[in-house]
């Protein structure tokens, strides 16, 4: 390949160890560069523990590893590639490029995810320039950087493609801030690049061709996801990367492909596995006639692609075209359907040969379209089921009846995320029963406070059977109607969840106190217009440390908790903020409160309605 | 659900996400006036646990129907956007649908013009929608230099030039749009 030889990409752990530590001391390769070489049994140990620990992956471990003494703090620090930070605003970026001398990854999250439902006013931070810059002076060999939910300008795009020379992969999920000529600049720039995944960003159309902007003669590209990108693309350039990408396994397309285009593209690359199908739909170009389209036969249109095991897209589908996937459907393990608007009668004939799949998502699915899931997946492992209408409604077309179809014929069901507008407690339970492998659960009830639709009863004990019976449970959101009780009964039960998410849910801070007092293992909290205020949060003060992050708005916290919890745990960053303009109107209580474990104390870039305790 | 109504009139004001009191018995804050309204009678007929049993169910009450509440459902904006577009045929819901045909193209589109505050945004969503570009619209030329043209069939069974009139007035009365080859919608723009 031509430009595997660019300067600074050895990949062996050449270059001494960046920076002046003040210390002297040999790489572990030993290609040393000017420090004497000391025969210290310690040093030998160190060298020793350096080489054992090189091949430690797991984020924990290297954790543990690093504290059991200083000379296994360095050695760890000196080994890590991998760099993982859950919470942007955790550590400051210096302070990370001080102890880790040899990242070659970095994945950061930003915003909290209640963000993503507008709970979060604009503005309010997770800023990736900062760690760029930070990261452009010390990381010169960085490879590979993923981000969620942060805010990424043009600007951090210019310093990644100038700054790494050896950059294989961007993966942007639900980040915001940039557009096109941020990305031209990117894959212009960025010889090496294998990886550009944007997933869920809303990236703006500054109308610069940036398709074009790959660099000539054969690329590296493996994956190219493109398709949240709401800007059209020079179709021309896109088919000739693609003809010169012969590695290429990931292709997702944006909803200005059409589907003659994507046979096109699909004929040059029959060694996909991955493909986003774009509009998969005619769509007219501008200036053609009629008569000028092909009548391309696209019942073939995916007879050659032996390779496809993830299939998503269809962005304006057009109906009559679906179909067309059915040669696919034995082989795929993944189906995105969410954004594709097929009933039941064009569903079913091609879900029933889907005997392979494991994850699968959807939107304008009924109760009936689920059963015919069930009746065929017996694999499945992943489910979400999104509203096709996000209004509150007496009836929709997914219920507990779809629930306890896919229960029952899809026992190994890891993870579902279902949006319904009624329920009840007999499928939760049936599910809790069916279903034991179940890690994740989020039922979203659409009608709030909606209680058992048959019994009337709150939804209690179906949630306290998924926290009882599901003992992998690591995720879990909850709805409807819930007293307390449904708390108390997550508090005893839910002894691996890490992650809660609550909404317009239970009754009195003792619902509150139950799940940080018996939630052991909790690390996020995300709680929304619940009845839940200081008396209820105070047991969790010998837990906070622990957290990644609480999440409290629109409940009964009141400003004077925020202060003392501040003043008592000085490590952690109390964040107070409305999501509008709306001083006083809550009286004593705050809007929002975010809180946070930091090593560096609040952070500098808080904007003006953010009031950091 | 007759109390409904009052319900509503009393949603007119409040920011819903914000004023939502859970108040606990004994608590006085605002809520007063949600006490006595609507109160969560979907719990009439539950034999709930009676320690649970209380004033309590007077202080909640259960919003009406088909106001949005921010951020609710959890479902990320993004996705919302083109939900609103997708919704199934048999739902007589707020939309209002008018059929969207273009000159040369095989299939007639849907359109919900509750989606759009403009005709900008007009204009902005057929172009995404039929790939074509339409340009704006200027009172003295029309859509002079565009290759398509948008016109619309009014109440009264005419076809105008979209832009002819203020927005409203062209929601209230469109019927159905027709994308036209600029050089066949010579003659409507004249009509001023």
Redesign the interface.
């Known amino acids: 390949m031509s430009d595997d030889t660019s300067p600074g990409c050895a990949t062996t752990a050449a270059a001494g160890s960046g920076g002046s530590s003040g210390k002297v001391r040999a790489p572990v390769s030993s290609s040393g560069d000017g420090g004497s070489f000391t025969a210290h049994p310690d040093q030998v140990l160190e060298n020793v523990i350096e080489n054992v620990l090189v091949f430690l992956t797991s984020r924990r471990d290297r954790s543990t590893v690093s504290l059991v003494c200083r000379s296994w703090y360095r050695a760890e620090a000196y080994t890590r590639s991998d760099l993982f930070i859950g919470n942007c605003y955790a550590i400051a970026p210096n302070r990370v490029t001080d102890r880790f001398k040899r990242i070659r990854s970095v994945s950061l999250k930003g915003k909290p995810r209640f963000a993503d439902f507008s709970l979060l006013p604009a503005d309010w931070g997770a800023y990736f320039t900062r760690w760029v810059h930070a990261m452009s002076l010390a990381y010169r060999a960085l490879e590979k950087i993923y981000l969620k939910r942060m805010s990424v300008t043009d600007d951090d795009l210019s310093v990644i493609a100038r700054s790494f020379p050896c950059f294989k992969e961007l993966v942007l999920v639900c980040c915001e801030g940039f557009g096109t000529s941020g990305l031209a600049v990117v894959v212009s720039e960025c010889r090496n690049l294998r990886v550009l995944e944007l997933i869920e960003d809303e990236v703006s159309d500054d109308e610069t061709d940036w398709i074009s902007c790959f660099p000539e003669g054969t690329t590296n590209l493996e994956s190219l996801c493109f398709d949240c990108v709401e800007a059209e693309v020079n179709f021309d350039a896109l088919e000739k990367l693609v003809a010169r990408s012969p590695m290429l396994k990931k292709l997702k397309l944006n909803m200005f492909v059409s589907i003659g285009e994507l046979y096109r593209l699909v004929v040059r690359a029959p060694q996909l596995t991955h493909l986003g199908t774009g509009a998969f739909n005619p769509l007219v170009e501008i200036g053609q006639q009629q008569g000028d389209n092909q009548e391309l036969d696209y019942t073939s249109l995916f007879a050659a692609c032996k390779s496809i095991v993830c299939l998503s897209g269809f962005r304006e589908i057009a109906p009559e075209y679906f179909p067309t996937i059915v040669p696919l459907c034995g082989n795929l393990t993944s189906l995105n359907l969410s954004y594709a608007n097929v009933n039941a009668e064009q569903f079913k004939p091609v879900i029933r040969h889907c005997h392979k799949l494991q994850v699968f998502w959807m939107d304008s699915i009924c109760d009936e379209g689920l059963q015919a899931v069930a009746d065929t997946c017996k694999d499945l492992r992943e489910l979400r089921v999104f509203p096709v209408d996000p209004h509150e409604y007496d009836e929709g077309p997914v219920s507990e009846v779809g629930l306890l179809a896919i229960s029952l014929g899809c026992r190994k069901l890891q993870s579902i995320l279902y949006f319904c507008q009624q329920m009840t407690n007999a499928a939760v339970i049936a599910m809790s029963k069916n279903c034991p492998d179940l890690v994740v659960f989020r039922l979203c009830i659409i009608g709030r406070y909606r209680p058992d639709r048959v019994t009337g009863e709150p939804m209690d004990e179906g949630f306290g059977a998924i926290v009882k019976n599901c003992k992998k449970l690591t995720r879990l959101a909850v709805s409807g109607l819930l007293t307390d009780k449904a708390f108390s009964y997550i508090g005893q039960y839910g002894k691996l969840v890490r992650t809660l998410s609550v909404a317009f849910a239970g009754d009195s801070d003792a619902g509150l106190k139950s799940v940080l007092e018996g939630c052991t293992n909790l690390q996020k909290l995300e709680i929304r217009d619940s009845p839940f205020g200081d008396s209820g949060l105070q047991p969790g003060l010998h837990q906070f440390y622990n957290m990644r992050f609480v999440w409290m708005s629109s409940c009964r916290v009141t400003r004077q908790w925020c202060l003392e919890v501040a003043r008592r745990l000085p490590k952690l960053v109390v964040e107070v903020f409305s999501r509008d303009e709306e001083e006083g109107e809550r009286g004593d209580f705050v809007e929002t409160l975010y809180m946070y474990r930091s090593l560096d104390g609040p952070r500098p870039d808080a904007p003006q309605f953010v009031e950091i305790l | 659900m007759d109390q409904k109504k009052s319900t509503l009139d009393l949603f007119h004001d409040l920011?819903l996400?914000?004023?939502?009191r859970?108040?606990?018995p004994g608590s006085n804050?605002?809520p007063e006036i949600i006490k006595t309204s609507l109160s969560?009678n979907?719990?009439?007929?539950?034999?709930?646990?009676s320690s649970?049993c209380t004033d309590?169910q007077e202080s909640?009450f259960?919003?009406p129907?088909?106001?949005?509440?921010?951020?609710?459902?959890?479902?990320?904006?993004?996705?919302?956007n083109?939900?609103q577009v997708?919704?199934?045929d048999s739902?007589t819901?707020s939309g209002m649908y008018v059929k969207v045909s273009?000159d040369?193209?095989?299939?007639l589109r849907k359109l919900d013009l509750k989606m759009y505050k403009s005709y900008e945004e007009l204009m902005k969503g057929l172009q995404?929608?039929?790939?074509?570009?339409i340009g704006l619209y200027s009172e003295r030329e029309g859509y002079n230099g565009s290759?398509h043209v948008p016109t619309y069939e009014d109440k009264d069974g005419d076809w105008m030039l979209v832009g002819d009139v203020p927005w409203d007035m062209f929601i209230s009365s469109c019927k159905r749009l027709r994308i036209m080859k600029s050089c066949e919608a010579r003659g409507l723009g004249d009509c001023v």
Request: glycine share 10%.
């Open positions: 920011d996400a914000t004023e939502l859970l108040g606990l804050d605002q969560g979907k719990r009439s007929s539950s034999e709930m646990g649970t309590e909640r259960s919003p129907t088909k106001e949005q509440v921010v951020g609710w459902p959890p479902v990320r904006s993004y996705r919302k083109i939900l997708k919704k199934t739902d819901g273009m040369g193209a095989p299939y995404v929608m039929f790939k074509c570009i290759q």
